[in-house]
């Protein structure tokens, strides 16, 4: 059974700082990655996701992947209280079409 | 982008009776959708995998003649909760695959139901 972990946090930082969201995989076959945010009362939206080890780009939001040490992170550059929210780390199931969640961080972003 | 919507946001009805939450995708067609409960403050549990045209995969410990759920065209699978009693509230969420192949999915905005 894949496994996906993820501290729950909350993770608190300053407006302006980096946020490190971390999560670990215990599949070393798996090959995509996902993090997706969860506003409080509202469904997960996708924020990005990431197939190759490095780093991945996107505005403020940077994943990181490190294959042979089973992570993958979320970076969050000049935090906003708006990214006030629970982020979901997710890979896909094997040999199936669903996604294996983590139980999420939730992140608190404070002025 | 892929947009995924519900129907109803929310819902109210009294123990005992059926409910049915459809779930469309807009602009794309989806050969697989999902459907999740999340109760609050925890985290998104995968009830079932719904595929068009035939039955529903559904997980280890969800009773399938309680949550019917059919996939009848490519935009479209309704989950009907039958007999609802007060501990099936919850936050149910629906998710589509864009392209057969994709391991992304996109989530539709989720309908709440309270059972009286």
């Known amino acids: 059974q894949k496994e996906v972990e993820q501290n729950s946090g909350p993770l608190s930082v300053p407006e302006g700082a980096i946020a490190s969201l971390n999560c670990t995989y215990s599949?070393?076959?798996?090959?995509?990655f996902f993090w997706y945010r969860q506003y409080s009362g509202k469904s997960p939206e996708l924020i990005m996701f990431?197939?190759?080890?490095g780093d991945k780009e996107d505005g403020r939001f940077t994943a990181q992947l490190n294959k042979a040490s089973q992570y993958v992170s979320l970076l969050i550059r000049d935090s906003q209280p708006s990214d006030s929210a629970t982020y979901l780390c997710?890979?896909?199931?094997?040999?199936?079409?669903?996604?294996?969640f983590g139980t999420g961080t939730r992140l608190q972003v404070f002025p | 982008g892929a947009v995924v919507s519900q129907h109803p946001s929310r819902v109210i009805c009294k123990s005992g009776t059926s409910v049915k939450i459809e779930c469309r995708s807009l602009?794309?067609?989806?050969?697989?959708m999902f459907w999740y409960r999340q109760f609050p403050k925890k985290s998104l549990m995968l009830m079932a995998t719904?595929?068009?045209?035939?039955?529903?995969?559904?997980e280890q410990g969800v009773e399938k003649d309680k949550f019917l759920i059919n996939h009848a065209s490519l935009t479209l699978s309704t989950l009907t909760v039958t007999s609802a009693h007060p501990e099936d509230s919850s936050f149910y969420i629906c998710?589509?695959?864009?392209?057969?192949?994709?391991?992304?999915?996109?989530f539709g905005p989720g309908t709440r139901l309270l059972v009286l």
């Open positions: 599949d070393r076959g798996s090959q995509s």
């Open positions: 602009d794309f067609q989806a050969t697989t």
């Open positions: 998710s589509a695959i864009l392209r057969w192949g994709s391991e992304t999915q996109y």
């Open positions: 997710a890979v896909p199931g094997g040999n199936t079409d669903k996604l294996i």
């Open positions: 719904s595929n068009e045209g035939s039955k529903a995969t559904y």
């Open positions: 990431i197939y190759s080890n």
